[in-house]
């Protein structure tokens, strides 16, 4: 049974509509290199605002702010990893290296600029076309 008849059969026409779209390489490495970097910038937010908290013990607003928006980012990173192994064809080492790349701060973007110099995010088609 093939993904689209999988999804087809829980009677999802968006999610194969969406998993078709994310899946086109441009698109998927495109989404992956904004859901990293913005990974990387949720973890700056978050750690200003445990700064705040915990060591000038003034607010706890940043780390109420960030918090979730860093979950949400982190959870969103790992979806869009998956989807980004499976369209590029990485095998587990680099998938687990990928997701274990969204537990050090800002790692997610060094692992972007890593594995797309290194030709794993795909073809930028704005380079392929010069």
């Known amino acids: 049974m093939t993904r ?10 968006e999610a194969v509509t969406l998993l078709e779209t994310l899946t086109r390489t441009g698109t998927t490495r495109n989404l992956f290199r904004t859901v990293a970097i913005a990974e990387a910038f949720s973890w700056a937010g978050l750690l200003t605002g445990m700064y705040f908290k ?40 680099m998938t687990l290296l990928a997701l274990a790349s969204a537990i050090p701060p800002f790692a997610t973007y060094a692992f972007e600029v890593w594995a797309d110099r290194g030709g794993k995010l795909g073809v930028d088609r704005t380079q392929a076309a010069a």
């Open 4 to 13: 689209r008849a999988a999804l087809l059969s829980l009677g999802s026409v």
């Open 54 to 93: 915990w060591i000038a013990e003034t607010t706890e607003a940043g780390v109420k702010i960030f918090g979730p928006i860093h979950g949400g980012i982190f959870i969103t990173y790992v979806v869009i990893t998956f989807l980004a192994s499976r369209s590029f064809g990485w095998n587990l080492k």
